[in-house]
């Protein structure tokens, strides 16, 4: 089944400073997902890339995925302290079953 | 719009104790409906999905199991439960390509 590779682990951020989080693949994907899990909560889903070089953008948080599509970040803009969470990739594959697949996460914690 | 359910939101039982977690949907039929486990400071592990009533596909073989007795109810249980099936259990239902998630149960096994 498809893998994705997340990097980093960990990463502590003074506030104002950027973060950014890459997702890989050894195949190629049909979309990446991004989800952010506060501490405590649950995934929420942020959004999705489905096009070679897409760039999206929410306010702070910018995505892009690859040319290759193997590829993906997520970088953050002068981070806030309600940045503060985890931060997940996810690839589905096509059919009926969607079964997503999530990287292992980049934990982000924001220094006041 | 549609809603997840998940209860209870937290649990604690004694090793050999049974389980049963409950999800339902409400908004939506036929939906995908997945179960979850994270470790503490860890990823999501996918446990169990379901494409329709009755029909359960288990990705990890473990002492747990699963079952979907309406089209949008999704139950997980255990026999007996193991120190290591401690964690947070999450329940998701798939819209298209994306998951949305229940607000979990937390499960500590002592």
């Known amino acids: 089944g498809q893998q994705v590779m997340q990097i980093p682990q960990y990463q502590h951020v003074q506030e104002g400073e950027d973060f950014t989080t890459y997702c890989n693949s050894s195949?190629?994907?049909?979309?990446i997902q991004w989800y952010k899990q506060r501490p405590g909560g649950h995934p929420v889903f942020l959004i999705q890339?489905?096009?070679?070089?897409e760039v999206k953008k929410q306010k702070r948080l910018t995505f892009q995925f690859g040319e290759a599509k193997k590829n993906s970040s997520l970088h953050i803009t002068a981070t806030q302290t309600t940045d503060v969470g985890t931060y997940f990739c996810?690839?589905?594959?096509?059919?009926?079953?969607?079964?997503?697949?999530f990287g292992t996460g980049t934990k982000l914690q924001v220094i006041p | 719009s549609q809603t997840i359910h998940q209860w209870p939101a937290t649990l604690v039982q004694p090793v050999g104790s049974p389980l049963s977690l409950e999800c339902t949907v409400e908004?939506?039929?036929?939906?995908?409906l997945y179960w979850y486990r994270q470790a503490a400071g860890r990823g999501l592990q996918l446990l169990f999905y379901?494409?329709?009533?009755?029909?359960i596909s288990s990705e990890v073989p473990q002492n747990l199991s699963a079952s979907r007795p309406q089209d949008r109810q999704f139950i997980l249980s255990s026999k007996k439960l193991l120190l290591s099936d401690s964690g947070f259990y999450l329940c998701?239902?798939?819209?298209?390509?994306?998951?949305?998630f229940g607000p979990g149960t937390r499960l500590t096994v002592l």
């Open positions: 998701a239902w798939g819209g298209g390509d994306t998951q949305y």
């Open positions: 379901s494409v329709g009533i009755g029909q």
């Open positions: 890339l489905v096009k070679s070089g």
């Open positions: 195949t190629t994907l049909s979309n």
């Open positions: 908004g939506t039929s036929n939906p995908n």
């Open positions: 996810a690839t589905s594959g096509s059919g009926g079953y969607q079964k997503v697949t």
